[in-house]
């Protein structure tokens, strides 16, 4: 009872004018110091936390940076344990204990504010975003979905819409420069977004895993630009590809006609990047036994997005359909389907031309 009145009594004291002069607020530093913030922490803990969805080749590189850089909360979800395994021992003891594996994309998007996801295919960004478990069943209103897989326009489209249908937003930015520039931060992040709010607060994250993240329209333009981009590496490195092996077969050093290229007007990514001919660029996946790059089955994927598009757009493919026709030969040899698309030196230079198949005909 003597503790009720004393209470009471300080009560009516500090509402007097002289003791309110006295009282001041507790201030951010002042709640530092003491390891507490001012505000509620229930609304901070979603704003903070990052979700990650798909550790293969190109996710993997790209999670270790963004957590990296992001110094926040990580949860990450891969259907393969393999896969996470591989990055938890990756990034060592120290960082892997600040990290969270997910039982599910729901059990994920449930607890964080921004998701990126970085998936084979089409059917695979559907399962992940619109499966039994999927994140839509877990999100909350206001997380960021930025889906940087190389899909289907319409899929694209559709799945950042029933997203966005949850209150939640969406975007698409899926990304060139392939594994080197995914392990070097160099990616180049081609975003479509609902408005240039949902851009900005991508770019914040994709600025951490690439370095130029470009906004190219509404939803489903990055996959538009993307499958654009692909489909002209592809030509372009068939087009290497075909002129390094008529020169080195009318007896030119690989290393030199390559320097001529990469000084001349044929210069190209693949040709000063990637060359298909091993040993001429010692960083490419042709020096690496074609190991380490973009599948030759993944670029015959992309070509059959281009090919659907242009179906859809009824636009005319020339170059296009008869790059898809030969990344269907190279992922038909089971030496070739699972190695970098640059491979196609390979199948170009064990394949002889007609004319010459004829003569050998006409000697027997």
């Not at 230079?349 to 050998?360: E, M």
């Amino acid at each position: 009872m003597a503790l009720y009145t004393a209470l009471s009594q300080l009560k009516q004291l500090c509402k007097t004018p002289t003791a309110r002069s006295l009282i001041k607020p507790v201030t951010n530093t002042h709640s530092a110091v003491l390891g507490i913030s001012p505000f509620s922490t229930a609304a901070s803990k979603g704003e903070t936390a990052i979700g990650f969805i798909g550790l293969g080749q190109m996710g993997f590189y790209m999670a270790k940076h963004l957590q990296a850089k992001a110094n926040k909360p990580f949860i990450i979800y891969d259907v393969d344990s393999s896969a996470i395994s591989r990055f938890t021992d990756d990034i060592g003891p120290s960082a892997s204990t600040s990290i969270k594996v997910a039982s599910s994309p729901a059990d994920l998007a449930s607890q964080v504010s921004v998701i990126v996801t970085a998936l084979p295919e089409s059917s695979h960004v559907k399962s992940a975003y619109l499966g039994s478990d999927g994140i839509i069943k877990g999100i909350t209103k206001g997380t960021l979905c930025i889906d940087s897989s190389t899909i289907d326009t319409s899929v694209s489209i559709d799945v950042s819409q029933k997203v966005i249908a949850t209150g939640a937003r969406a975007v698409d930015a899926p990304i060139s420069g392939g594994i080197m520039g995914a392990k070097a931060a160099t990616l180049t992040f081609m975003v479509g977004s609902e408005n240039t709010k949902d851009y900005k607060r991508a770019k914040a994250y994709l600025e951490k895993m690439g370095k130029n993240v470009v906004h190219c329209g509404n939803l489903g333009a990055g996959q538009a630009a993307k499958i654009c981009n692909n489909m002209l590496l592809a030509i372009s490195m068939i087009g290497t590809a075909e002129a390094m092996n008529l020169g080195m077969r009318l007896g030119l050093d690989p290393s030199v006609l390559a320097s001529i290229f990469n000084t001349s007007s044929g210069r190209c990514w693949s040709s000063d990047t990637a060359n298909p001919v091993p040993n001429v660029i010692p960083t490419a996946p042709s020096t690496n036994g074609y190991n380490g790059g973009f599948k030759s089955r993944l670029m015959l994927k992309d070509l059959g997005l281009v090919s659907n598009a242009a179906k859809d757009s009824k636009t005319p493919l020339m170059l296009g359909a008869l790059a898809e026709n030969i990344y269907r030969h190279v992922s038909n040899n089971p030496d070739m389907i699972d190695k970098d698309f640059s491979v196609v030196y390979q199948w170009l230079a064990s394949t002889r031309s007609p004319a010459a198949a004829a003569d050998k005909g006409d000697k027997k």
